[in-house]
């Protein structure tokens, strides 16, 4: 069974640009999991989506959005980056009704 | 009272050794509590949960002993491996559908052959 895979592995971009990135989660997950581990920080929830519809955020700007596809696949945006967006983003899934969070390889973002 | 805190931040530990990493969470709401443990470029892997119901889970060589009255969970990986050089980290949610995990900071093991 293939895991949670996410595009791009790496993406480097410029301060105020906009960075987009990927997931695809579990065959047969309907929720999908978005954290940030910065340097030093460790995992930050970010934002969870089902059902194609944001189901919670965490404490982060309004800059951070996304969506999920009726394919369950989804889709995070960052706006307008800021070097201190620079961290490795994972996205997790998960099956309905099930907390096991099974995670990506993750996206290596690098503001510059 | 949403954190998580985990100790050592760094951990050595002999070939066959005993590894030991410890959590405390404030949240009694808290009562789903996975460890994941995470490779240089890769993403966290899910390695072993357990729920207040139970004081201890053991798979293989990795096992949880969880402590309620105290708000305490700790991991043990028994006969350590250079295999087993890694971050892990405790994480802590309410059980049920979709709720976020709360993260540990993580410690680095380094098991020396």
């Known amino acids: 069974e293939a895991g949670v895979t996410q595009s791009p592995t790496h993406l480097i971009k410029t301060r105020g640009q906009q960075a987009t990135l990927r997931c695809s989660p579990i065959?047969?997950?309907?929720?999908v999991y978005w954290y940030q581990q910065a340097l030093g920080l460790g995992l930050q929830f970010l934002l969870w989506?089902?059902?194609?519809?944001?189901?919670n955020r965490g404490n982060f700007p309004p800059r951070f959005s996304g969506r999920q596809f009726p394919n369950y696949s989804s889709e995070l945006n960052v706006n307008a980056l800021e070097l201190e967006d620079s961290a490795l983003y994972l996205c997790?899934?998960?099956?309905?009704?099930?907390?096991?969070?099974?995670f990506g390889p993750g996206t290596r973002l690098t503001v510059l | 009272q949403q954190q998580v805190k985990q100790s050592p931040q760094s951990l050595i530990v002999q070939k066959g050794g005993i590894s030991i990493i410890n959590c405390a969470y404030e949240?009694?709401?808290?009562?789903?509590f996975p460890w994941y443990q995470q490779f240089p470029g890769k993403g966290p892997a899910l390695l072993i949960a357990?729920?207040?119901?139970?004081s201890e889970k053991k798979e293989g060589r990795f096992t949880i002993s969880f402590n309620k009255s105290a708000k305490q969970f700790s991991l043990h990986i028994m006969d350590s491996q250079p295999g087993d050089s890694a971050t892990y980290f405790c994480?802590?949610?309410?059980?049920?559908?979709?709720?976020?995990?709360?993260f540990g900071a993580g410690t680095i093991l380094r098991v020396k052959s």
């Open positions: 994480a802590a949610s309410i059980e049920g559908y979709g709720n976020k995990l709360v």
């Open positions: 357990i729920r207040p119901d139970v």
């Open positions: 065959s047969g997950h309907t929720s």
């Open positions: 989506y089902d059902e194609g519809e944001e189901r």
């Open positions: 949240n009694t709401a808290f009562d789903y």
């Open positions: 997790a899934s998960s099956p309905q009704d099930d907390n096991e969070q099974f």
